[in-house]
Every structure is written in structure tokens, then in C-alpha cells.
């Protein structure tokens, strides 16, 4: 069973072990083709665990995924040309500056103009300020920049986020969301995000999947699950689900 | 095939990844004037240092007198096998260094690919570090390595390949054991100076240190550029010895990198790794 065919991520039976402790716990979901996809729980949820195993930095204990319609853990370079990911817990070379970062990265993923799409995305992102700064001398909101920049250097048809606006200013946070909403109406990309922040979840996903102690506890829309907790918000909706009142809500609903 | 069809082969494109990270490496020497110092400083230093020494033994010492450069070839030839090691193992510890490891292995980058991008770079630094001691005995001791002529050639591939794979291994150590590990990048080739024959013959040291040398490529290159200096002559066993042996060294070089990739993609250790 490889998911819907029209389903850019596809997970079944994803499992994540070290030694004793269960990281991710059996979870199955799909994420459609051109939608926008949030995992949402507390710290130690399996949002990074499941990220980075759909990423390839890490091998599922078990199950299957597949991304892009590859199983990503046998054939993972057959698609990774065609995603790109961005994360608080990694970051580009200090000492380089952020045009020379991009251009490596830009040649690393086989692109034919690097130097065009370097320039596209120096506009679009408004990084003329800090183009030729050393990557380790920006601010927290210029290296988010930086780094959204390079997720969408290969115009990924995938993008993976991991907390895309942590420690940004609430200006510069909603104007990535702002932009990554753009970018995903101009390209049709399918977007998964992890984050605390609830707020830019009901903004920008279509479905939400509830995570808590490595499995997937609820699953919907941000309406939908608003509704069925009877909640006035996703953040109301994700307090119920972490100190567990959200059970009965959803014994209920299935 | 047209031009665009042949830069879009499956093997150009990887040579394309290969020369990113290698022009990678080098902009961060570019941006550093210290390291290309640095790189350059250590090697002259004990050229000078052993250069003198040799001055004192070839007045003092029959053996010495006889081929006034052994001493000054031995330091030059050990360096580029600890360059070679050192410039696998450092170029992988910047990537740790930034927390770039995820974003690497998350691109289309294979770590094949990276090893030869790492062991492109180490024979970079290693010639940026030698060739200015080299050229510097030539007026400070009249001694020119480069008088060896094709041997020199040789003897300078086997002892870098041979850095090239300690220095594959120990990027694996470090990436399984982390910070921890890093001070073996700096260290771990010294254990093998005594039994490499830099400045003396392997049958100085007792017969079993004697069988651990001959295991190691060094200790038959170094054999054999005394042979080339003492006797002016090119011994094809020991090259042949080396060379072989490299091929054993490199594949397990090659593997244990691979392996140690492996086991961090297991335990989740490429997203952690860092300052």
C-alpha cells in the first residue's frame, strides 16, 4: 500500500525506537498534493523525529514512507532534488557569506542558472541588506530569511518546515507566512510544517495532525477540530489535547 | 550528446555536487587569510627546525653525510601524509563545527561524494602547506626535495592516500562519538611516526614493532626514499607494498565512513551535531 496517488507524503506504521524509548509510535498519515499540512504538539511530541525521517536524516525503526511516490529510506536520492527542508536545529556555514552559501547550495542541487535564481530569491526575499554578510554575523530574522532562501532554491515541490518563524518578531513572522502562502499558490507545493505556534497553523494549513508522546492523537482541519472540542481556537483546541481533556472528544468522534 | 544533455548525465551532475563543496571549502579559506597562514606555518617551522638538525649531523654524523636531505625529505614526506589527514578530518569537522550536516545530507549529495569533495580539499591544504617549505630549503640548506625527481611523485600520492583514508576513518569516529572524538583528528597519526620509518630504518626497532611497520604504506615509501637517496635507487617492491596496501587502507577508509554516516542517519546524530 503506497497512500493515495495523489498524496505527496504517504506514511504508514512509522515507527522511531532508541533502545526503550518510543520517539514516534506507529503513526500512519497522508499529506495531499498541494496542500499545507501542520504537526502539532508539545516539546518531545515526534514532530522533529518525524520530520527528519521523512527528510532522510534518520531511519524509521519501522513502516513505510513514501514522498514524491519514492520510498524515501531506499530511494531517497531519486527525490531529494525535488524537496528542500528548513530548521532552527541546523544551520549554514558561518563563515561564508549568504551569497556564496546559496550559490554552493545552488550548485549542490543541480540548478542550470544558479546565479538568476540566487538574484530571484535575494528580491523576493529582500535580502540586498546582508547579501555579502558572513552567514554567523546575521540576526535570528535574517537567518530565517537566509534559510528560507535555500529551501526554495530548487523550487521544491515538497518543502519541509520545522518551526519556520521560532524567535522571529511577530512582523517577520507573518510576512514568511505571508510569503510561504505565495509561494505555495504560484508553485502548487506541498508544504508540512512543524509548529508551536498555532496561530500560523489555522493561517496556513489545510489539515493538522495532533501529535503527543510519538502518536498521532487527532487529526482534521483547524475548523474542524475547533468545532469538535468545542473550542474558540486551534491553541484552546492543542491545551485540551496536551493535558489529555481532549480524549473524550475524540473517543467521540470516531 | 549535446552539451546541456552531457551536463545533465547522472555522473556530471555529480562532479558538479563534488566541485560545489570543494569551491565550498576553499571560499572559507579564501575568507581566511589565518588558515592559509596557518596551513603553510607548521610544515615550514619543522623544515626549519629538522633543516638545521640535518646541518649539525651531516658535519657529526657518517650516515647523515651521506645524503645530506634524509632528514629534511623525512619531514617534508610525513607532512603530507599528516596534511592529507588532517585536511579529510578538519574540512569534515567545519561542516560539524556550523551545523551544517543536516542541510548537507538532506541535499542531493551523496556521501561518496562528499568523501571525494573532502579528500579533493586535504590535497589543496596539503599542497598550500608543503610547497612553500619545500621551496624554502632550497636557499636555506641548498637541499631541494624536487631532485628526486619521479619517485617524489610516488612517494607523495602513497603517503596522501594513505592520510586521505586515516583521515576518512577518523571523520567517522568523529561523527559517531562527537566533540568527544575530535582531539583523535589532531593526534592519532603520531601514534604511527615510530613505526613509519621516517628518520631511521624499520630494522632499528625490535621484530614484532618491525611487523607493525610493514603493514603501513608510510613505512615502505619512507624505506624507499631512503633507498632513493642513500642508493639512487627506485625500489618497485616497496612502491608496489605501498600501494597495495593503500588500496586495503582506502577501502576501509571509504567503508568506515560510510558505516559511520549510516549509524548517525540510525540514532538521529546529523541533526545534533554541533558547536
Known sequence: MTGAPSSDISVQGLTKRYGDVVAVDGIDFDVPRGACSALLGGNGAGKTTTISMLLGLLLPTAGRITVLGQDMVRRRYRVLPRMNFSSPYVDLPHRLTVRENLAVYGHLYGLPDVRSRVQVLVRDLQLEGFIDRESGKLSAGQKTRVALAKALLNTPALLLLDEPTASLDPDTADWVRGYLETYRRSTGATILLASHNMAEVERLCDQVLMMRAGRIVDRGAPEQLIRRYGRQNLEEVFLDIARRRGIAAQEAAQ | ?275
Open chain 2, 1 to 275: 550528446m549535446s552539451d546541456a544533455a552531457a551536463w545533465t548525465s547522472p555522473s556530471m551532475r555529480s562532479l558538479r555536487r563534488i566541485a560545489a563543496m570543494v569551491v565550498r571549502y576553499s571560499l572559507l579559506l579564501k575568507n581566511s587569510w589565518t588558515r592559509i597562514f596557518e596551513l603553510a606555518y607548521w610544515p615550514t617551522i619543522q623544515m626549519v627546525l629538522w633543516g638545521f638538525i640535518s646541518v649539525f649531523f651531516r658535519q657529526n654524523s657518517s650516515w647523515v653525510a651521506q645524503a645530506g636531505g634524509v632528514l629534511i625529505a623525512g619531514v617534508l614526506l610525513w607532512d603530507v601524509m599528516f596534511r592529507g589527514q588532517l585536511g579529510v578530518s578538519v574540512s569534515f569537522m567545519e561542516e560539524m563545527w556550523s551545523r551544517n550536516l543536516g542541510h548537507l545530507f538532506t541535499s542531493p549529495l551523496r556521501p561518496i561524494e562528499l568523501a571525494v569533495a573532502l579528500m579533493t580539499m586535504s590535497l589543496i591544504r596539503t599542497l598550500i602547506g608543503i610547497v612553500p617549505a619545500a621551496l624554502l630549503a632550497i636557499p636555506l640548506y641548498q637541499y631541494s626535495i624536487f631532485t628526486m625527481g619521479l619517485p617524489l611523485i610516488a612517494f607523495f600520492v602513497n603517503l596522501l592516500v594513505m592520510g586521505w583514508a586515516l583521515g576518512l576513518m577518523l571523520s567517522g569516529l568523529i561523527l559517531r562519538f562527537g566533540q568527544s572524538a575530535e582531539s583523535l583528528a589532531w593526534l592519532a597519526v603520531f601514534l604511527l611516526a615510530p613505526v613509519s620509518a621516517i628518520y631511521y630504518p624499520l630494522s632499528i626497532l625490535p621484530p614484532w614493532l618491525q611487523a607493525v611497520g610493514w603493514a603501513l604504506p608510510s613505512a615502505h615509501v619512507f624505506e624507499g626514499m631512503r633507498a632513493v637517496l642513500f642508493e639512487q635507487s627506485f625500489r618497485l617492491d616497496h612502491l608496489a607494498w605501498a600501494a597495495g596496501l593503500n588500496l586495503v587502507y582506502m577501502a576501509f577508509g571509504v567503508a568506515a565512513f560510510l558505516f559511520a554516516v549510516r549509524v548517525a542517519r540510525r540514532r538521529g546524530l546529523l541533526l545534533q551535531m554541533g558547536e
